[in-house]
C-alpha cells in the first residue's frame, strides 16, 4: 500500500476555521488576563482590598478548571461548532458585562462565568483537530492556536494598559466585548461544511483514528469517520497514556503559569529592570513562542513517517521542548542579568515547542469520537497548576528572599513531566476503544 505523503494541504474552508481558532484564543486569553491589567485602577475605583482582587483574580480558574470534564462530555455528544460558538457568546458577554459592574459580589459572579464561557475552548480545539485535520496537518494547526495563546497576554499587557490608561477599564471591558462577538459572524459562516457533512460510517476507534488522508479539495472533513456514542469517561480514566498525559500537561502548564504571573515581578525586583524594559523582554519572549510554535508545528507534521509509530518524533520534540524551557529558565536565575535575558527568551522558545505537540499527541492518542472528553479530563489536570504555581512561587519567594528554590521546583517539575510523556505515555497512536454498535440503519466500514 502506498503511503501517504509527508504534508497535507489545508483545504480553504479548513483553513479559514483555523485562523478562527486561532482568533479565538488570541481573544480568550485577551479576556482571561485584562482583569489583571486593570487590577490597579480598578481596585482604587470600588475600594477592594488586597485580598477580595485576589479572589477575583483567581476566580476564573474556579470555574474554568471545574467545567473542562463537562464541557468535554457535551462536545463528544453534540455539535463541537455550536458549543464553541454558545462558549464564545458567553465569554464576550460577561468580558462587556464586567465594565457595568460596580461591587465585588457583581465582579465575582461575572468572572466565574467567564470561567464558565471559556471552558468549552481546548476541548472544542482538541475535537475540531482531531476530526477535521489529518495527522500531518495537526503540528502547523496547534502551532496555530498556541501561537494565539502565547499573543493574547501580550497584547492585553501593552495595548490594554495603554487603552485603559486613555479611556478607563470600564469602556475598554465593554468594547472590547461586544467587538469581539463578531468573530461569530465568520464562524458560523465557514464551520457550515463541517456541521453539513455529518457522519456516514462507522469505524473502530483503532482504525487510525486521526491518520486519514484529506478529503477532497473543498470537503474540510478528513476524519468524519467516527462512532456515533463515543467511549465513556471510564474507558478514558483506565488508559495508562491518559495519566502520562496529565502529569506532562500539569507540568507544562506549571512553567507557562509562572512565566505569565512571575516573570514581571522578577525582572523588575530581582533583576531591577525598568518597567520599559521588563515589558520589552517580556513580550520579545512571548513572542519567540508563537514563532517557535508555528515553527516546530509545521516542521513536525514535514517529519511524519506513514504507519503506527508516525508520532515517534512529535513526542521527542516535546521532550527536548520542556526539558529544554525547565533548563534554560533554571539557568537563568543564576547568570548574570544580560545573559538572564537571553536565557528567559530561550526558555520560551522551548515551551513554544512543547506546547503544540503536547496538544498533538492528545488528539492523536484519543481520536476523534474521544478528543472532547480526554481533552477536557486532561485540561481539569492540567490547570491546577494554574492554582499552585503562583501560590507557591510567592510563598517560596517569600521565605527565601528570591527565585532560587521556587526555580528549582519548576525545573524538576519539567524533567518529571519530560520523563512521563516518554516513558508513561505509550506510543503517540490512537487507542483502540471497545468497540460500539452502530445505530440500526448505519453502514459500518473499517
Same mark, same amino acid.
Given at each position: ?328 529558565? @533554571? $539557568? %537563568?536565575?543564576?547568570?548574570? =542579568? ?8 530561550? !526558555?520560551?522558545? #522551548?515551551? /513554544? *515547542? ?9 488528539? @492523536? $492518542? %484519543?481520536?476523534?469520537?474521544? =478528543? ?8 481539569? !489536570?492540567?490547570? #491546577?497548576? /494554574? *492554582? ?59
Amino acid at each position: 500500500m502506498p503511503t501517504a505523503p509527508n504534508s497535507e494541504r489545508f483545504s480553504p474552508t479548513l483553513r479559514a476555521v483555523l485562523v478562527l481558532l486561532a482568533l479565538s484564543i488570541f481573544i480568550n486569553y485577551i479576556d482571561r488576563g485584562n482583569l489583571s491589567v486593570a487590577a490597579p485602577l480598578l481596585k482604587d475605583e470600588l475600594r477592594l482590598s488586597p485580598a477580595q482582587l485576589g479572589i477575583l483574580l483567581s476566580a476564573f480558574f474556579w470555574t474554568y478548571t471545574a467545567f473542562q470534564i463537562p464541557s468535554g462530555w457535551l462536545i463528544d455528544r453534540l455539535d463541537v461548532t455550536w458549543v464553541l460558538a454558545c462558549g464564545f457568546f458567553v465569554w464576550s458577554c460577561a468580558t462587556t458585562i464586567t465594565g457595568l459592574m460596580h461591587g465585588f459580589v457583581a465582579l465575582l459572579t461575572v468572572r466565574l462565568i467567564l470561567g464558565i464561557g471559556e471552558a468549552v475552548a481546548y476541548p472544542s480545539y482538541a475535537k475540531i483537530l482531531a476530526r477535521d485535520f489529518s495527522l500531518r496537518q495537526r503540528g502547523l494547526a496547534n502551532g496555530a492556536i498556541a501561537a494565539g495563546q502565547f499573543t493574547g497576554p501580550a497584547v492585553a499587557t501593552l495595548a490594554g494598559g495603554i487603552l485603559m490608561a486613555k479611556f478607563g477599564w470600564r469602556p475598554f471591558f465593554i468594547v472590547l466585548g461586544l467587538i469581539c462577538l463578531v468573530w461569530l459572524v465568520p464562524w458560523m459562516f465557514y464551520t457550515r461544511p463541517l456541521r453539513a457533512l455529518a457522519p456516514v460510517r462507522l469505524r473502530p476507534h483503532g482504525a487510525a483514528n486521526g491518520d486519514a488522508a484529506g478529503a477532497g479539495p473543498d470537503s474540510a472533513v478528513v476524519n468524519r469517520a467516527i462512532s456515533a456514542d463515543p467511549p465513556s469517561i471510564v474507558a478514558i480514566l483506565v488508559q495508562r497514556s491518559f495519566y502520562g498525559a496529565c502529569v506532562s500537561h500539569f507540568c507544562c502548564n506549571y512553567l507557562v503559569y509562572f512565566l505569565l504571573t512571575w516573570l514581571p515581578y522578577y525582572l523588575v525586583r530581582q533583576r531591577h529592570f525598568s518597567m520599559q524594559a521588563m515589558a520589552k523582554i517580556g513580550g520579545l519572549a512571548f513572542l519567540m513562542s508563537a514563532v517557535s510554535s508555528l515553527l516546530f508545528g509545521w516542521i513536525s507534521d514535514h517529519w511524519i513517517d506513514a504507519g503506527p509509530h508516525g508520532s515517534r518524533a512529535r513526542k521527542w520534540m516535546f521532550v527536548i521542548g520542556l526539558a529544554g524551557g525547565g533548563v534554560s529558565l @533554571t $539557568l %537563568a536565575i543564576v547568570v548574570p =542579568a544580560a545573559l538572564s535575558v537571553v536565557l528567559l527568551v530561550a !526558555a520560551s522558545s #522551548f515551551y /513554544g *515547542i512543547a506546547n503544540p505537540l503536547l496538544f498533538a499527541g492528545t488528539q @492523536t $492518542l %484519543a481520536g476523534p469520537g474521544a =478528543a472532547g472528553q480526554w481533552m477536557g479530563a486532561q485540561n481539569f !489536570a492540567g490547570n #491546577f497548576a /494554574g *492554582i499552585i504555581a503562583p501560590a507557591l512561587t510567592g510563598f517560596l519567594v517569600e521565605r527565601t528572599g528570591n527565585f532560587l528554590l521556587a526555580v528549582a521546583v519548576l525545573g524538576a517539575l519539567t524533567l518529571v513531566g519530560s520523563l512521563s510523556w516518554l516513558f508513561v505515555v505509550g506510543p503517540i497512536a490512537p487507542v483502540s476503544w471497545p468497540a460500539r454498535r452502530a445505530p440500526a440503519g448505519q453502514n459500518v466500514s473499517a
